[in-house]
């Protein structure tokens, strides 16, 4: 370990691992390009360099792309990339606020805290952790994205009902073409482009960027800019501190993220939306929360960027990606010559370790980098809303297009985001119906396994036993009941304030 | 805008909840899971609808639409904005994706700039063709993403 310490901080490895992490700081904060994307256009370049410093520039990539998601997230309320979804919920609240510094640098801190708990894992606990993850079947992975689904309860708005009928409607878009069982086509409706299914990122750009984008059009005549913005001096230890003001949402999060991270095909997504549900749960004062609570922000990045190294654990341990950019990772190593598994680790051990310190390396740099760029990056919204409008409206269809060069996703694009565009009018929060985007690509297949499986013995022994199993299960169902109880708490408190002022109004006429 | 807004959501949940059942098939491995989310949606409407019915009954007044002057003209600034996004989608294939990005910036920033001062009316004139080069060389050049060149264009 010690050995990949010094060959992580030689000066060679330190420039390439920092030119990674700038392409990476571009790539997430551009809809449409995602990490997998930029670390498999980087991989030809990676040729020239000795192997170590080849997957340390696309690690720092792969981990800056994690933070600089959040950055269009909070500014324009547009993810970068699905990872970034629950950073929206909270960081675009504090730009409106005018709190856009506090946002960025609170992302950031947190991005980099994120990234060392993950790259920690990945130093110490790689071995134990992957022990756990094997016990993951597709049931398990179906209870998981269940139990992901209750934070619907936290984004629902006024109406749990609301929220539920939006989460239904997110999951029938992702169910859109060939299905997982008997590959029949599905909902198509003569649409031959349909039968692909999709896009997951046309899907949220449609369901984020392109309201915001009528939002602002709408509102154009009564405010020239998203929000105010005076940068104020002081303001990265004063949000440091307000991030670590919370120590158990800080440790929680990273937890989290790095046990979704190490499951192959959760994610960095599923771990932010999860990690950010607990952050609303556990927390004493829930009602800043999608109002522009740091904490929200905090727990979604730190979740996120812990999951990027702790997707690099079943590559190392097992051979196994544990996330698309993981897969580029793997095959930038295969390609020369080296077999990610349990054998890499006897061969070269060195240069496991010295990839998991990069990875290390690389949150220390994403911080200092995005901390530096912060103010900088928040006087996009001082862009007047007649001109940012536009402009978000060319790189919503370059991010729809540029994932699969598709016209049809660009079309998909526009029509989704002017169906929601419509419904947040009729009460409906964006939220749930991209929670339900991302997460039926991982619920119905499992779903789909798990039924297959349970042919051979049955739906009870494949659903209901094990300890994993009903583990979630009780958690889901933990949750749900927590969500109806602080409802239920919060309208009687609600009652009761109004029947006391109305009292009051009337102690005061007499 | 919308006052109560009951009646409209249930429509909206039964219109998409009709749309997903017309489509189906035997399998239930293929179907249950769509199936299961449609009855999400559709619950939702029943409830809605329901909760409709209750309001008329008891007299209260639902589903008060207000329009007013300030709500009217945003519709139209909206109603512009899609249109222009609209012509701007079909034409991307035959002209090509960065001259109609820029044609559709340009007559976009020009609209939406209430205010005709010179200022105004440079910035709004720049931005979009600065905005554009940089956008091209980043994604052609640098990720090299191919976008529509345009039909109309000899080779």
Known sequence: MYEGLMLALTPSYLFWLTLGVMIGMVVGTLPGLTATMGTALLVPFTFALPPGAGIAMLGGLYVCAMFSDAIPACLVNTPGTPAAMATAF??????????????????????????????????????PMIAVALKFGPSEFFWLGIFALT????????????????????????????????????????????????????????????????????????????????PKGGETFKTIKKVLASPVNIIRSGVIGSFIGILPGAGSPIAALVSY??????????????????????????????????????LVTLGVPGSSPAAVIAGALMLRGLNPGPELFQSDGTLV???????????????????????????????????????????????AYAIRNNIFDVYFMLGLGIFVFLVRRLGFHPGPIGLGLILGPIIEPSLVQAMYISDATSVWNVFFTGTVNLILIALSVLSIAFVVWTRR????????????????????TE | ?????????????????????????????????????????????????????????????????????????????????????????????????????VVMLLVLSIYLTLEKTRQNMTSAILAPIITCIIAYLIFTHVFYVPFPPGTIWPD
């Open chain 1, 90 to 127: 909270d960081g675009h609240p504090m730009v409106q606020q005018g709190r856009g510094q506090e946002a960025i640098v609170g992302a950031c801190f947190a991005s980099a805290f994120g990234t060392l708990f993950g790259a920690t894992c990945y130093l110490l606990l790689a071995w």
């Open chain 1, 353 to 399: 370790f010295s990839f998991g310190w990069s990875l290390m390396i690389a949150g220390v740099v994403t911080f200092i980098l995005g901390s530096l760029f912060a103010p900088l990056l928040v006087k996009i919204i001082r862009i007047p809303l007649r001109l940012l409008a536009p402009l978000i409206m060319v790189l919503a269809v370059i991010g």
């Open chain 2, 1 to 101: 805008m919308i006052r109560n807004t009951d009646f409209l959501t249930a429509v909206v949940l039964f219109v998409i909840g009709a749309i997903f059942l017309s489509d189906g098939g035997e399998d239930i491995k293929d179907w249950a899971f769509p199936l299961l989310a449609t009855y999400v949606v559709l619950v939702g409407a029943v409830f809605f609808a329901a909760k409709f019915l209750f309001a008329t009954m008891r007299g209260r007044v639902a589903d008060l639409i207000e329009f007013d002057a300030d709500h009217k003209l945003a519709a139209k600034d909206v109603f512009i904005f899609l249109v222009v996004v609209l012509i701007y989608m079909s034409l991307m294939r035959t002209i090509g994706f960065w001259p109609t990005s």
């Open chain 1, 151 to 230: 934070i619907i309860g936290s984004l629902a708005g006024d109406s749990i009902v609301k929220g539920l009928a939006g989460g239904a409607i997110g999951l029938l878009i992702s169910s859109v073409g060939i299905s997982h069982g008997n590959e029949v086509a599905r909902f198509t409706f003569g649409v031959p482009e349909f039968r692909g299914g999709v896009s997951l990122v046309a899907g949220l750009i449609g369901v984020f960027a392109v309201p915001q984008v009528l939002a602002m059009v709408a509102e154009l005549r009564k405010k020239e800019y998203i929000a105010e913005y005076k």
């Open chain 1, 489 to 508: 708490k919060d309208k009687i408190a609600a009652r009761e304030k109004t029947a006391a002022a109305q009292s009051a109004m009337a102690d005061e």
């Open chain 1, 277 to 314: 549900n607990e952050a609303v749960r556990w927390s004493k004062d829930k009602s800043q929360f999608g109002k522009g609570d740091l904490r929200g922000v905090t727990a979604s990045e730190i979740a996120n960027n812990a999951a990027a190294p702790a997707a690099m654990i079943p």
